[in-house]
């Protein structure tokens, strides 16, 4: 009997604090505000900070789809919320969860929430009418007073027409959508989308700039974290607009969605390597998004660069975790070399330490209207930008930036739509800046900008510029392309506000062209300059010797 009892005791000492550690083991803890890629993170879901790992479940409604979301190991509930009876004379105050026509469901947003919450699943809940989602934010508030919510909640709504879309179907009242968050429960994700009818080969129109301004225009002052659903078949096309509305603030980043239709590789590899990691969600069907993981992973071709994107990012890309890559490089190092035949061309091309080589374009003399490089009709053989585009495409790994002086506004068609030929082909997956020489009409900016959006609006636009301080033409301050300005003198920044005057014009890049003589001075000018803005919006600064 003794020592039967000692062994009770023993037993008890064993388990007792063993329970103790089991009841007082943490619990993650996490506000429904928060990033859902750190929710992701710190319960194990995933290993790091990347859209592409998180998967997701659409439309959990009913209590089969919902049960078989939950038992399954995908890490985020996408589900549809709605009025019981919703446009029926039968209508009541109790949100549901059923998808548009459907206004009847086996499962309330109470019992929903009941349910998800007792696992580690991610919330996202798409209103189709704002008259559910009062009622759904107070449900939620409840939920997170009496037992915790503890995981992020996304809320979506479709607040604007998007690509497609006639003029008679109505969004979501976005200005009540937003209103009714910030008042009743704004610890969310916001997840404001645009409506989007996608019918190939009849409406197949993208993202449009004045879209994503009205977008940006009705949730720049909130204070949550913003995600944009956005059509991954249209995104591509559209990238010089969705690009801008992404870079405005780094709360932002983008969920990319499909209907019936599967996107290409090559379009999300798009998106994938112009953006970083946490920036974007992929909300993409099997087996499309497994074959895309896996060249993601294994993803060591030409990166396929958007030729409107940031030089320095080409240059140097700050997302890519290779050490080879630094993120504290001056814009002053980048090195430009005029190209004026064939030969010094290929010396570029050869080089492997990158830059940006900078071409003047002008008409063959044999062939008017036909671009060619501005130097080449001196030598025996005339090099067409045809023929660059050409080599450029052979040597696509080449870290060399593309600079097109265009001399002629007549010969701007010709080049743009060989640009169009050789990005179409994936043949131009580098940096193209195109400038305006020698436009003499008082409207000339107004063409140069309507031809460039025209034809191929995928490039970073010149403004070459003779007087300090410059004048920005009214075409180019609300571009959603990305702008430069072209100082033709460094002595133009050496009067008294010069410098001064450079710093409040951080929406643009600056190319300062200085003579050899006064490269030294120019370059500690500009070095104070940029060390005086540390910490600021990055700007960058370039330094080309004259040419």
Known sequence: MLSVAVGLVILVIIIVPAVILIRTAPILVFSTGGDMLDFLVQSGEIGEHDGLLATWFHRANSKEAMNQALASDVMILEADVTLEGFGTSNQ???????????????????????AVLDSKKGIKLDFKSVESVGFSLELLKEKSSSRGINRPVWLNADILRGPNVPSFVTPVNGTRFLQLIQETFPDVTLSPGWMVLYVPPIAVGTYSRGMVENMYEMIKDVPQKVTFPVHVLLVRRGWQHISWLLNQSPRFSLTLWQGSVHPSISDLLFVRDNTQPAEVYYDIYEPTLSEFKEAARNHSGVRRFYPGGSLMDFLHPVHKSNNNFSTDVSSLGVRWFPVTDEASLLARLSDEDGGMMVLHVVSDRNQSGVPVLGDSGNNSETVTLQHVLELLGQRANAPWGVYLRVHDDLLLSASLKLLQVAYCAEELYRPIWISMESFQRSNSTNEFVSTIEELFPYVTVVLV??????????????????VAVHLTSASLLKGPQGVAFLKQMDKYDFVVEVDRKDKAETSTMLKQHMAQGAGEEKKNLYMMTSQ
Request: charged share 20%; hydrophobic share 35%; net charge negative.
């Open 465 to 482: 510029e003779q007087n300090w301080p410059p004048l920005i033409p009214a075409a180019l301050k609300d571009l959603s392309q990305r």
């Open 92 to 114: 009541k105050p109790v949100p549901i969860m059923a998808h548009p026509p459907d206004v009847y469901s086996d499962n309330t947003l109470d019992q929903w929430l009941e």
